[in-house]
């Protein structure tokens, strides 16, 4: 019955998709001058709406041309022309919020009633403020980052393109708070605060990433090309996304679609020289009367990459395609857009051997990852409100190749079908609300001759209700959410028995953001988690070649609940931006792996998972100088601090706790708004990791790591001809001083390495030059 259910509102949502949706709707959501929402009746719903204007420099009054006009409750945008003029029609007559953002420039987010104007200037004053206002993700919807009392961290575009990486995890490991847990130099899992793995949650298209991401070995099936920029959430969002987002969520959003009657795309290329990193991408993208289509190809290919200790660390080197294609309506009643999704990555197996060969191909042992996502989104004005529907089926195939490059040994394939179906209401120009149920059905068989986990079936549901009211200086929001699973394990010849198991949980957050004035805001946070244990934890019975050890499971696990409360506060003036973020975690019931000492099998370390009590405490601190024009002096320090109370000392302190990390850049920015040079920058970049003595100890499972410290150089530049942008071209050096170093989050630190030259472990990458050239087109 359930999967007839999720099969009937996907193919609804499809049919919306196609332009068959009706027009619905006389309000809509938008935004009093305070900045916050509100409601606006409008009589001609009948009628679009238009909005054109001109965005000027302040200080020149000279037409700015590449300036970003977003709608974001709208998903739709536009870019200015030669002149800094900009046009967008087919509107709703309705309030809504517009986001107008350019490099080296403050951004402006404001509101605009499209139903009494259809002209709007800009004049946009340079900025070198780094803390810039933008529209996030809230717990009732789209809102201001400086309303929102949980913390988030944006990586704009620009940021993501000029910074060199080999993966998308990658690219975002230096945000405050944020670290990676690293196998190689292609396979990256995110960590925020000291939680990983199935503690946070990706979203990508709009749903949750869900491709076995309990698997140390392998990374998130996302392409890096495909991200416009990166939203994360750090702390409990169980309230939002349910299970599994306890230590936080990392969004990430697509590129803006063009305004009607415009066709671009755009040709990225790059080129890293420690492993021969070789990537490309191709992407177009068009707008046909508001019937919209996107479509992009990627392909990396790496050999396997080199330090100072180890030569070349074989097992390394990876391969990874991926291609894109959406389809949609965008109308005044709202939008419905189709992704069609796929990802194929083929990495290497490092299994501790070094030595000189480096090539391409794939060389046993090696893994295969395949993952296809289709996506329906929809949003509609309706009623008083708008409502959102998101239906998605995912298919996440994992294959790991030891004896024979045709046979897999293990051979997993999980099918996840998402749903997310979410109403917000303003009920008046203070007070918003919002109600919603998500979650999703998986079935996950195993098609190998090993196995690690069961066979499975898995269905939860969570129902949410929240609420944003503003007063004054005050903004307040909170809400909460009841879930339940259930999943159901069937037996697998001799090796797994057949179980079930029903989980569920009351989540819910309360905060408040104080506008002390125009430059200071200071806010308070309290949310409560919520984690069902997932399958592998539950019944893992098996060894495979990626994880390097035997995991056993255990039945008996019960849900992990948290209480989490975070202050910030930030402050923005014309010379600095400064923000500090503290949190305190208590989690009951965390769930890790200790290692059996002394038991081996069938030649591996063996691993058995087990529950004790949690307390994360720690922060963020950031600062940034920039006392002359163009300069900027940024600090960021993150420390995290995770440890078991009650513990004797080996097993005090948990897993995967990054060490304490200090991060320096020093940027110039040479040229603003030049004819032939624009957004010209050198920059230069430091990187101290303290030295990590907290380790889970117990077993010989973690040992300490060394302190030690990086330099990276950076450069880029767009180039300009007749007024457009025809080309932007970075350059970059990391690890300037080819430091030979083992990152505390690595597993490749604790793999036997040969032949043996008396450093224990795989060493991380060493000097890397990257070259990245990115070319828009305009058709």
């Known amino acids: 019955m359930t999967n007839k259910i999720l099969s009937v509102l996907f193919m609804a949502s499809f049919c919306m998709d196609l332009g068959t949706a009706p027009e619905l709707g006389a309000v809509s959501p938008g935004k009093n001058a305070a900045g916050n929402e509100a409601v606006v009746n409008v009589e001609d719903v009948d009628g679009s709406g238009k909005l054109s204007g001109k965005i000027t420099d302040k200080g020149s ?63 946009l004053e340079e900025s070198d403020a780094q803390l810039q206002e933008v529209v996030v993700t809230g717990l009732t919807g789209r809102t201001l980052r400086s309303d929102s009392p949980a913390p988030i961290s944006v990586v704009d575009h620009n940021l993501l393109t000029s910074t060199p990486s080999t993966n998308i995890v990658d690219a975002i490991r230096l ?48 392409d890096p090309q495909s991200v416009s920029s990166v939203e994360i959430m750090k702390g409990p969002a169980s309230l939002m996304y349910g299970s599994d987002a306890m230590g936080g969520v990392i969004i990430f959003h697509n590129e803006i679609l063009p305004p009607k009657g415009k066709v671009s795309g755009n040709v990225t290329s790059g080129y890293q020289t420690n492993n021969g990193l070789f990537n490309y991408s191709v992407n177009a993208k068009g707008n046909n009367g508001g019937i919209v289509w996107s479509a992009r190809w990627s392909d990396k290919m790496a050999h396997a990459y080199k330090n100072s200790v180890d030569n070349y660390v074989q097992g390394s080197q990876f391969r990874e395609r991926a291609a894109e294609g959406l389809v949609g309506v965008n109308r005044r009643w709202g939008y419905s857009h189709l992704t069609l999704d796929y990802y194929h990555i083929t990495p290497g197996i490092v299994e501790g051997e070094r030595g000189d060969s480096h090539g391409y191909g794939a060389e046993l042992p090696f893994q295969q990852v395949h993952h296809y996502k289709a996506v329906s989104d929809s949003k509609i004005f309706l009623g008083n409100g708008m409502l959102q529907t998101i239906f998605a089926y995912q298919q996440n ?41 998500n979650g999703m059905w998986q079935h996950s068989l195993n098609k190998g001759d090993e196995f690690l986990i069961p066979a499975y079936r898995l269905f939860d549901m969570g129902a949410f209700s929240t609420m944003e009211w503003r007063a004054g200086r005050w903004t307040i929001s909170g809400g909460l959410r009841y879930d339940l699973r259930h999943l159901n394990s069937y037996k697998q010849e001799e090796i797994f028995n057949p179980f079930s198991r029903d989980f569920n949980g009351v989540t819910g957050s309360l905060g408040a953001v104080l506008k002390v004035n125009d430059k200071m805001n200071v806010r308070l946070n309290v949310a409560r988690g919520f984690r069902a244990p997932c399958l592998n934890e539950l019944a893992s019975n098996g060894v495979h070649e990626g994880s390097v050890r035997y995991e056993v499971g255990n039945h008996d696990l019960d849900n992990e609940f948290s209480w989490q409360g975070d202050l910030g506060w930030d402050y923005t003036s014309s010379w600095l931006s400064a923000s500090l973020s503290l949190f305190a975690n208590h989690i009951d019931n965390y769930i890790f792996t200790r290692k059996l000492e002394g038991i081996k099998t069938e030649g591996y370390d063996t691993y058995r998972y087990v529950q004790g009590e949690a307390r994360i405490l720690g922060g963020e601190a950031y600062v940034d100088l920039h006392p002359v024009e163009r300069l900027h002096f940024a600090n960021a320090f993150s420390y995290v601090n995770s440890v078991q109370p009650g513990q004797p000392k080996d097993a005090k302190y948990l897993p995967y706790t990054p060490a304490p990390r200090l991060t320096s850049d020093l940027r110039y920015d040479f040229i603003r708004d030049g004819k032939t040079f624009d957004n010209t920058f050198l920059a230069l970049q430091m990187e101290c990791n303290f030295r990590q003595r907290h380790f889970y100890a117990l077993g010989g499972t973690e040992t300490p790591t060394p302190s030690y410290t990086l330099f990276n150089i950076m450069a880029g530049s767009d180039l300009r001809m007749k007024g457009r942008k025809v080309a932007s071209l970075y350059v970059s050096c990391d690890n300037v001083f080819d430091r030979a170093y083992q990152s505390h989050l690595s597993r490749l630190k604790y793999v036997e390495a040969s032949p043996d030259n008396g450093r224990a472990g795989i060493f991380n990458m060493g000097r890397n030059f990257t070259v990245k050239l990115v070319v828009p087109l305009d058709f």
């Open 61 to 123: 009054m000279e037409g700015l041309v590449g300036v970003s006009v977003y709608f974001p409750d709208l998903s739709r945008g536009t870019i200015t022309d030669m002149d800094g003029n900009y046009s967008l029609d087919e509107l709703p007559k309705k309030k809504v919020t517009v986001q107008v953002s350019y490099l080296g420039h403050k951004t402006i987010v404001t509101q605009v009633d499209l139903a009494t104007t259809d002209r709007l200037d800009f004049q």
């Open 175 to 222: 945000q405050p708070g944020i670290s990676q847990i690293t196998t190689g130099g292609g396979i990256s899992k995110p960590v925020i605060r000291g939680l990983g793995f199935t503690r946070v949650v990706v979203v990508n298209d709009g749903v949750r990433q869900e491709g076995n991401q309990w698997g140390e070995e392998h990374g998130i099936e996302v």
């Open 397 to 437: 195939r994992r294959q790991e190749f030891e004896e024979s490059k045709d046979e897999p040994g293990l051979d997993f394939m999980l099918h996840t079908v998402n749903y997310d179906v979410k109403y917000k209401y303003p009920a008046t120009d203070r007070l918003d609300f919002a109600a919603g149920v």
